[in-house]
């Protein structure tokens, strides 16, 4: 009986070892990102749909091979944008930001993750869920240095863009015609 214990322990223990020898460090994976991601940033050419894919996945399959490493978070944020910008999957997007808030809450861009929930909804135009994002941002963080933003876009969901800039012109010849 203790000879059966014994060989199973060691099974246990080199099957270990095994694991670990043979999947990649997180440095080296750390490594292989940071290399990836600057080629494809400094490329100053068109980026393929495949090497976007491939970014999203080395991002993702990190936060999920190592969620408790402090860099986890970031790769989640930076796929979200990748997300939005590279696949126009809004809710791809917004289901990473809203795992980052769950999963992640002493992570220092927690607060611009509720600030850009607003940013994509409205950039979908889905005004509503832009509204009690960017309204759920202000409740939380009301100090915060985008709260004001948050509060000027809430102001101006939905609004046609020329329309905005014909306020803009006409605050502006106001303030123009105050200050001669």
Known sequence: MRKRSFT?????????CCIIACSPSKNKRIESINTYESKLLNAGQSIKKEQYDSLLNMFES???????????????????SLYVYARNNVDKSIELLDKIISEYPDFKGVSECYFYKGFVYESANRVDEAHKAYQAFIEKYPDHYLAKDAQFQMQNLGTDPLELVKRFEAADSTNNIANK
Do not use: W
């Open 8 to 16: 199973c322990l060691m099974t246990l223990i080199i099957s270990a």
């Open 62 to 80: 990190f936060a999920k091979d190592f969620p408790k490493d402090s860099l986890a978070p970031g790769y989640l944020y930076k796929a979200s």
